[in-house]
């Protein structure tokens, strides 16, 4: 039987594994880009727009700052291994819509192995599988890591 794959968190990211977008905003008043999406009012102090289109955000930026999340977040979080593990997080700033977008780095790659500066880019991963469906997440990556995995 085959798996299909839907998101954890529905429409924050497209569900192309190739090519995978985080999915924001934008004012139709002041072009500003919203991540999360905006859906009520414009986030910019300065507009009083109100109405947003859609839009698909670059795939890839360069590591603004990074941590390590040492301890186990509370629920919702699902925890990928048992016992918990840290795993590493990172702010990585777009450059086309001149903004940090905040997100968990993959599996395997450690605060030790980031550098402000270093390339990332968006991939996907599984969080976890129930009746045949896998549930994806959208991480950082940096580029070019993985490439050769099939």
């Known amino acids: 039987m085959a798996t299909t794959t839907e998101p954890a968190i529905e429409g924050w990211f497209t569900l192309d594994r190739d090519q995978p977008h985080l999915l924001g905003t934008r004012c139709t008043t002041c072009r500003t880009t919203f991540f999360p999406r905006e859906e009520q009012m414009c986030r910019n102090p300065g507009c009083s727009g109100a109405e947003f289109e ?11 700052s990074y ?4 301890y186990e977040p509370p629920d919702p979080y699902i925890p990928t291994t048992d016992p918990y593990e840290p795993f590493a997080i990172a702010g990585v700033r777009l450059a086309a819509e001149e ?14 192995d980031l550098h402000t500066g270093m390339e990332m880019e968006l991939v996907l991963e599984t969080l976890y599988t129930e009746d045949d469906t896998d549930y994806v997440v959208w991480k950082w990556r940096p580029t070019g890591a993985g490439e050769d995995e099939s």
């Not at 859609?54 to 603004?64: A, D, P």
């Not at 941590?67 to 040492?70: G, P």
């Open 99 to 112: 903004m940090v977008v905040l997100g968990q780095v993959v599996a395997g790659v450690g605060v030790e």
């Open 67 to 70: 941590t390590n999340a040492a």
């Open 54 to 64: 859609e839009t698909q955000l670059s795939r890839t930026g360069t590591v603004w």
